[in-house]
T-cell receptor, first 117, second 116 residues
Framework: AQTVTQSQPEMSVQEAETVTLSCTYDTSESNYYLFWYKQPPSRQMILVIRQEAYKQQNATENRFSVNFQKAAKSFSLKISDSQLGDTAMYFCAFIGSYGGATNKLIFGTGTLLAVQP | GAVVSQHPSRVICKSGTSVKIECRSLDFQATTMFWYRQFPKQSLMLMATSNEGSKATYEQGVEKDKFLINHASLTLSTLTVTSAHPEDSSFYIC????????????FGPGTRLLVL
């Protein structure tokens, strides 16, 4: 069965600094997708970034980038120039390719990130 | 693009009554919608997968007669909590997956349900 593990329940970073959130996963599928979602205090789930497993290039979205290590099954999120608005719960998630064995999002337990002024 | 709305955002009801929550994809068609439940400081727990025009698929341990799901169109799914009890109080979130780019889910803002 697919699992997603986030080993850091809470993290803190100073404004303007860089922080990395870790995520590992386990799967036997060869093609899949990985996501980072952000859930601020409003509780709205917001898609931060996604990575397709067959693409070797790491995804980036402005200040957010990932370090995708397929062999190690690792998918960390790097936030550069942290801003107060980045304070949120961050969830790593996995889904198999459409029509594959895992057709639903598998979430990690989340990492609560606090950006300090 | 890819906006999902939920209504109501919060609801308080008496024990024994039923509550309906709507989930709409506003700018895309969604063949599949998902319903999640989230307890405080925890991750999202998938309750059921809703496919347009067919019966929902419920996760193990979720009572299908208590949580009725209808997905009548490509833009609307509803979750009805029947005969609500205080233990049903929770945060319910829906998500939708578009016809194109089917692996990405877009989430609604959630509905906070309080059963007295």
């Amino acid at each position: 069965a697919q699992t997603v593990t986030q080993s850091q329940p809470e993290m803190s970073v100073q404004e303007a600094e860089t922080v990395t959130l870790s995520c590992t996963y386990d799967t036997s599928e060869s093609n899949y997708y990985l996501f980072w979602y952000k859930q601020p205090p409003s509780r709205q789930m917001i898609l931060v970034i996604r990575q397709e497993a067959y693409k070797q290039q790491n995804a980036t979205e402005n200040r957010f980038s990932v370090n995708f290590q397929k062999a190690a099954k690792s998918f960390s999120l790097k936030i550069s120039d942290s801003q107060l608005g980045d304070t949120a719960m961050y969830f790593c998630a996995f889904i198999g390719s459409y029509g594959g064995a895992t057709n639903k999002l598998i979430f990690g337990t989340g990492t609560l990130l606090a950006v300090q002024p | 693009g890819a906006v999902v709305s939920q209504h109501p955002s919060r609801v308080i009801c008496k024990s024994g009554t039923s509550v309906k929550i709507e989930c709409r994809s506003l700018d895309f068609q969604a063949t599949t919608m998902f319903w999640y439940r989230q307890f405080p400081k925890q991750s999202l727990m998938l309750m059921a997968t809703s496919n347009e025009g067919s019966k929902a698929t419920y996760e193990q341990g979720v009572e299908k007669d208590k949580f009725l799901i209808n997905h009548a169109s490509l833009t609307l799914s509803t979750l009805t909590v029947t005969s609500a009890h205080p233990e049903d109080s929770s945060f319910y979130i829906c998500s939708a997956r578009s016809l194109q780019g089917a692996e990405t889910q877009y989430f609604g803002p959630g509905t906070r349900l309080l059963v007295l």
